[in-house]
């Protein structure tokens, strides 16, 4: 069974940085698309990064363009999501999301395996 543990989470002001972590374990996620979720109280899920460990090919969403990065690991079980400038509507419950599929960005594919999230908190 695909465990994720996310990390990283915390409280910071408004400018700071985060980075945020994902480790998958159980099973070996070679060829899933592993990637970060973010949900506020109020608001619809965001698809924000993701990588498919296939072919390394990754998609970032437009609103977090030129401040957020998605790396992995060179054993790829583990992602992160390095978070510069971060602005208070940044705050929220950030998870990582694990699919067998090939399906960053496809938001009609609802990954299977979700890890418990970790809250990230802005302070402006």
């Known amino acids: 069974q695909l465990q994720l543990v996310e990390s990283g989470g915390d409280s910071v002001q408004a400018g700071e940085s985060l980075r945020l972590s994902c480790l998958a374990s159980g099973i070996p996620v070679y060829d899933y698309s592993i990637g970060w979720f973010r949900e506020a109280p109020g608001k619809e899920r965001e698809e924000i990064s993701c990588?498919?460990?296939?072919?390394?090919?990754?998609y970032v969403a437009d609103f977090v363009k030129g401040r957020f990065t998605l790396s992995r690991n060179s054993a790829r079980n583990r992602i992160y999501l390095q978070m510069n400038n971060l602005k208070p509507e940044d705050t929220a419950t950030y998870y990582c999301?694990?699919?067998?599929?090939?399906?960053?960005?496809?938001?009609?594919?609802?990954?299977?395996?979700w890890g418990q999230g970790t809250q990230v908190t802005v302070s402006s």
């Open positions: 999301a694990a699919d067998p599929r090939k399906r960053c960005g496809a938001s009609a594919k609802t990954p299977p395996f």
């Open positions: 990588i498919y460990m296939g072919d390394y090919s990754q």
